[in-house]
């Protein structure tokens, strides 16, 4: 079975190539590069350099596949407040331009990036299916807008498809294989990496004044290798059953605090951070119910403590050892 990847030399695409090709998928990779590494897409996959905008590309990239797993698609939520243009025209104009090359190849099957920025401020915890969606930035909007149309129109055309909505993604590959760390990242966890190897001189805490047991943000961190997993688990169940949208998240709470205390222990270093005044739109607490997943793909995760979530990450970060 072939599965066309789009977004696939990103940080999180790159590791889902890795998960199919490491299960016997046959996988082709369609990316424009301007956010990911070609260097982090395995050599086993077949790579087109090109955009989701452009049928044409689409078409090339589409031959001989069976299912798409669509990851490209611009992520910063900051950014997105600034210029929405931007995310309305790639993430919604370019996910339904390559729907359309889909339909033109006959090919139904759909695994779609969501995020729990769908969900908005949290109006209890933990978040699942059920909670209201009230995206509080464009970002968050555009990632609902793509669900609503596969609900109907699509659907209605023939598309059976997966939405997993993503909680905070972390970690690398625990075999190492991609290499290249995300440019100017906007997460917290490769900002902590980036400030123990010295690439920033330190990091801003967003308020420690929440409540929650320490008083800065709570949030629920999840493995990229385990997020991986639950996309081939998707595109299986999709050969046979109907649409479904799940929450991917380890169901595990970790405060700034706690990420700060572990990242000093495992990498050894200081790890300055200063404390500032909270982000505006931050929540105090956003943590995932994950039991559909588990119910529906008999998902589970493997690397998702913070322990492993940060020792995986050091890996790629940490600075090359001296040689004499
Ligand atoms: C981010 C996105 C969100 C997306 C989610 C999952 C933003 C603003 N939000 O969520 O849309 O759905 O990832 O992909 O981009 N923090 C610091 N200092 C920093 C960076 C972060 O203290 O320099 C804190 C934040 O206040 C928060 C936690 O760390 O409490 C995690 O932040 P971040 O990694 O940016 O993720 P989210 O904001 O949860």
């Not at 301007?34 to 790579?47: H, I, K, P």
């Not at 059920?130 to 699509?154: A, M």
């Not at 990242?185 to 805490?205: F, H, K, Q």
């Not at 999709?238 to 495992?266: C, P």
Request: glycine content about 8%; overall charge negative; cysteine-free.
């Amino acid at each position: 079975m072939k599965v066309l990847v789009t977004g696939g030399a990103g940080y999180i695409g790159s590791h889902v190539v890795l998960e199919l090709l490491d299960q016997g998928f046959d996988v082709s990779v369609l990316d424009d590069l301007s956010m990911g590494a070609r260097e982090n897409v395995d050599e086993r996959a077949e790579f087109f350099l090109g955009s989701i905008l452009n049928p044409e590309d689409n078409a090339k990239a589409l031959e001989g596949v069976d299912a798409v797993i669509h990851m490209a698609a611009f992520k910063a939520a900051g950014e997105s407040v600034e210029n929405p243009e931007k995310y309305e025209k790639n993430n919604v104009g370019g996910t339904l331009t390559l729907l359309g090359s889909m339909l033109d190849h006959g090919i139904h099957r759909f695994v779609f990036s969501s995020s729990a920025a769908v969900y908005g401020d949290p109006q209890y915890l933990p978040v699942d299916e059920k909670h209201p969606v009230v995206p509080i930035n464009p970002y968050g909007q555009t990632k609902l807008d793509i669900e609503g149309k596969l609900e109907n129109s699509y659907s209605d055309r023939g598309i059976r498809f997966a939405s997993l909505r993503y909680f905070n993604a972390a970690g690398y590959d625990i075999l190492g294989r991609v290499r290249i760390p995300e440019a100017a990242p906007n997460n917290l966890l490769p900002i902590v990496m980036e400030a123990a190897n010295g690439t920033r001189a330190s990091l801003d805490v967003f308020g420690n004044d929440y409540e929650t047991r320490d008083g800065t943000g709570v949030r629920d961190y999840i493995h990229v290798t385990d997020l991986a997993k639950a996309h081939i688990l998707a595109v299986e169940r999709l050969e046979k059953s109907s649409s479904f949208t799940i929450n991917l998240g380890s169901e595990k709470g970790y405060s700034v605090q706690e990420v700060l205390d572990t990242a000093r222990t495992v990498t050894g270093m200081p790890i300055l951070a200063n404390i500032t005044g909270r982000r505006p739109g931050d929540p105090p607490k956003l943590v995932a119910s994950s039991q559909k997943a588990k119910e529906l793909l008999g998902w589970s995760t493997k690397h998702s403590d913070l322990e492993s979530l940060i020792s995986s990450m050091w890996e790629i970060y940490k600075p090359a050892e001296a040689t004499f």
